[in-house]
């Protein structure tokens, strides 16, 4: 075989152990927008405060902060209609674990390794 086979059959060019590879980075995504002035302060100050690395990482902690509260409040509605449309059988076997677990907790010592 030439020089062309034996290339064919190596393996792959995997590159260092220092480079990035597809995966290794966190996919960034271009915004560009415009937003009123005081979004754009509360961004800025973030950053002068340190609570974010650029504006960029502010809007990422902003939006994941919006993200989980959005979370909590569908996970609060969930948990509203599954409540309300039990059995009355059911809520009662609900109270009966809520009281149980209750008195569980009570008697364990949560500052105990």
């Not at 260092?16 to 002035?37: E, F, N």
């Not at 990482?57 to 994941?64: G, H, I, M, P, Y």
């Not at 008195?103 to 390794?113: K, L, T, Y």
């Amino acid at each position: 075989m030439g020089a062309v086979g034996t290339a064919l059959r190596r393996a792959p060019c995997t590159g260092d152990s220092l480079s990035p590879k597809i995966g290794d980075v966190p996919p960034r995504k271009k915004l560009s927008t415009t937003i009123g002035a005081s979004n754009y302060a509360y961004l800025h100050n973030m950053v002068k405060a340190g609570r974010a690395e650029s504006v960029g990482a502010a809007v990422d902690r902003t939006v994941e902060i919006a993200r989980r509260l959005d979370s909590r409040a569908t996970l609060e509605r969930q948990t509203a209609a599954y409540f309300r449309g039990l059995t009355s059988k059911a809520a009662a076997e609900e109270t009966d674990l809520e009281d149980a677990l209750s008195a569980a907790s009570q008697e364990m010592d949560f500052d105990q390794p």
